[in-house]
């Protein structure tokens, strides 16, 4: 059995899902609030907080915390189908972009993303123009970036999928379940997010509803 504590919107534990996905596992799936913790969290390793997987497949039964964790103990436990490229050169590049995506999406996260969710999903305060503004400056230039690789490679580390796929979309996903998402303006990175999007592992994210809110109608669209 592998159980998955999750928040449907957190990017981190999207890109988890779509690891899992990937390499075709049946999941129970967990929602466990970011601002309000289950106990049992706690029980599994001190401090966890979701995404945390728990796998008792293995020999011995494993609790990994955290995306990295979790997506390098599949990668590690689970080799096929490969997210993380033989080749030392595409390996490299797809590590780099994977920590890129979330380092440079951390400031999206804590600006556009952590105001969606206070304003139409925890009904906590009125929304901080500021912060939105900031968020959606910086989300407009990760997605400039992002445009460049896509104008020349079939993924974003090289020529197969890999974790930097799966983190990237995980992220846009996440923004665009607000329509928060300029499509418009990085044609290549949407016709990348299209093909992503239509595979069998992105099902589950695009069937998500979070209680209070419904996503953009284009947003499950395979063709939009």
């Known amino acids: 059995m592998k159980r998955l504590w999750h928040w449907p ?13 990937e390499k075709r596992f049946e999941v129970d799936l967990v929602q ?9 969290l706690a029980e599994l390793a001190p401090g966890a907080r979701a995404p ?31 997210l993380l490229p033989f080749g ?35 009904r ?9 503004r900031t968020g959606v ?3 407009k230039s990760k997605m400039t970036f992002l445009n460049g690789l ?8 090289g020529r197969s999928l890999t974790l930097a796929d799966l983190s990237i979309a995980a992220h846009l996903s996440a923004y665009d379940y607000f329509n928060d998402v300029p499509w418009d303006m990085t044609p290549d990175l949407r016709e990348w997010y299209s093909r992503i999007k239509s595979r069998p592992s992105f ?15 284009h947003y499950a669209d395979l063709d939009f």
């Not at 466990?32 to 049992?40: G, N």
């Not at 906590?124 to 939105?132: E, N, T, V």
């Not at 099902?203 to 109608?217: F, K």
Request: net charge negative; glycine share 4%; charged share 30%.
């Open 9 to 21: 919107i957190d990017p981190l534990a999207r890109t988890v899902r779509l690891a899992l996905g």
């Open 32 to 40: 466990a609030l970011p601002w309000s913790p289950p106990d049992e």
């Open 52 to 82: 945390v997987l728990l796998d008792t497949d293995a020999e011995e039964m494993v609790s990994a915390v955290g995306a990295h964790a979790i997506c390098e103990y599949l990668e590690e436990m689970y080799e096929k189908p490969r």
């Open 88 to 122: 030392a050169k595409e390996k490299v590049e797809a590590r780099r972009l994977w920590r890129w995506s979330e380092d440079s999406f951390a400031e999206v996260n804590a600006s556009l993303l952590n105001e969606r969710v206070n304003q139409w999903v925890r």
């Open 124 to 132: 906590a305060k009125s929304p901080d123009s500021g912060a939105l």
């Open 137 to 139: 400056h910086a989300l």
């Open 150 to 157: 896509a104008e020349t490679r079939t993924y974003m580390a």
């Open 203 to 217: 099902r589950s994210l695009l069937s998500d509803r979070i209680q209070g809110t419904r996503p953009a109608s």
